[in-house]
């Protein structure tokens, strides 16, 4: 059996490392047990191609080196997508796999699975079933067509597989296999936890962000140092969030002026937000703020260990929200809706949907902070994800 799998974004490589080790894992056992041995090529699409926002991840997650990089790059919608198809295209027509894999919710997932549908290639779908019902967001299209032409749907949970159902996706085609990035953070969580907190600042801090005196300690950087002072984690990348002044300006000002005041702000920074701030004329009022503390985009282990000790985070991300769950991390979700309802409150998680209305995140910020940590796990989320996904391809009719 010959798979290609496909990765594009940052947000996929902590999805592809637990698969390529399941599919290793596999292969180790087919000689005795007579399985099918499976032919395994991965390709990047190359979506994101800093070194902090790809490369590192690698390296980091022992991911091997992509077989073929399509080198695609920032650009519209439509050029991602279109370039992705056109050169993936070649790649399975010389390749002829059985399958390709893809997973999460990114442009690449789109691109490729219409690509190989198109070429009679059966498609799988880490991470199938997720809706937000919100089709402004990109990754909700990407979902749904993903979805619609996948032969194989493996889902997080079970409120995925329902909507699935409620498409009307045949059953033979859903597997309920559980959360694949919590694999990534159960094999990570011990290296992270040793990591020193002041030292990931130390080392990603944006050279903008300093003081003018670099040789004088911030405030927020000796806070740290004694280990068990509140800080908050923030994310933010969202269009819906970063790319409207009138939207991002007050959200800024609510950090600065507000949470900055009770705590030390940690803020990883994405490329697209930095853009944004800079070209709104914000730049300057979130560099002079001495309790901000912008960070460069930082690595898994990095985040991990962050998370691990925040008194609260703020993010846009779904794969955060996640991670905020199992760790119990108290997490503001910086949207309306979300394709991950098992992780908020209601549901037994950690996270509330705020939105970007300041009053709410104001009202919702006081609660967490009352808030202890309390870790859930739904159910199969237990590291073993992987595993299911791979017996789930090898043992796919026909
Ligand atoms: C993409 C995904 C999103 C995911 C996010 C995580 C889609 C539709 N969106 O959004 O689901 O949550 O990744 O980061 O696929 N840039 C760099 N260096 C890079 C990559 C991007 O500087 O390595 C800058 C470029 O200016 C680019 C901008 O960031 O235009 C946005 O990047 P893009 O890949 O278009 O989307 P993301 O916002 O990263």
Redesign the pocket.
């Known amino acids: 059996m010959k798979i290609i799998s496909v990765v594009?974004?940052?947000?996929n490589f902590m999805k592809i490392a637990p698969f390529i080790r399941a599919i290793e894992q596999h292969n180790q056992t087919c000689a005795n047990e007579e399985k099918s041995y499976i032919e395994h090529l991965l390709v990047h699409t190359g979506?994101?191609?800093?070194v902090r926002?790809?490369e590192s991840f690698f390296q980091a997650l022992g991911i091997p080196a992509p077989d073929i990089n399509l080198e695609i790059g920032?650009g519209s919608?439509a050029e991602?997508v279109g370039n992705t198809m056109i050169t993936f295209e070649k790649v399975l027509t010389q390749e002829k796999p059985d399958w390709i894999v893809v997973v999460g919710?990114?442009?690449?997932t789109l691109a490729c699975s219409v690509t190989a549908k198109k070429l009679s290639i059966k498609v799988c779908h880490i991470e199938a079933g997720l809706r937000s019902g919100d089709e402004t967001m990109?990754?909700e299209i990407?979902r749904l067509v993903t979805d619609r032409l996948s032969d194989l749907l493996l889902t997080p949970d079970k409120l995925s597989m329902e909507n699935l159902r409620k498409e009307g996706v045949p059953e033979e085609k859903i597997r309920f296999v559980g959360n694949i990035m919590i694999d990534t953070l159960e094999r990570n969580r011990s290296q992270s936890a040793a990591l020193d907190i002041n030292r990931i600042i130390q080392s990603n801090r944006l050279t903008d962000a300093l003081p003018h005196n670099d040789k004088e300690e911030t405030p927020a950087t000796s806070l740290l140092e004694s280990g068990s002072n509140p800080y908050a984690i923030l994310t933010m990348?969202r269009?819906s969030n970063v790319d409207k002044k009138e939207i991002l300006a007050p959200i800024l000002n609510f950090l600065t002026e507000e949470v900055a005041a009770d705590m030390p702000v940690i803020w990883p920074i994405?490329?697209?937000t930095q853009?944004m701030l800079q070209q709104f004329d914000l730049w300057d009022k979130a560099t002079a703020c001495k309790n901000l503390i912008l960070l460069h985009p930082i690595g898994y282990h990095e985040m991990l260990r962050l998370n691990m000790s925040a008194t609260i985070m703020l993010t846009d991300?779904g794969g955060l929200q996640e991670e905020c769950c199992v760790l119990g991390t108290p997490c503001l979700t910086l949207r309306w809706n979300t394709e991950r309802p098992v992780t908020l409150k209601e549901h037994g998680g950690a996270s509330v949907l705020v939105g970007n209305n300041i009053n709410r995140i104001r009202e919702e910020y006081q609660t967490a902070l009352k808030a202890g940590r309390i870790p859930q796990r739904p159910e199969l989320w237990d590291g073993h994800t992987a595993a299911r996904c791979v017996e789930a391809i090898v043992n796919y009719p026909g």
Do not use: F, L, W
């Open positions: 594009g974004a940052r947000p979506q994101h191609y800093d926002m790809s920032s919608h991602q919710d990114v442009n690449a990109p990754e990407n990348h269009p994405h490329p697209r853009k991300s």
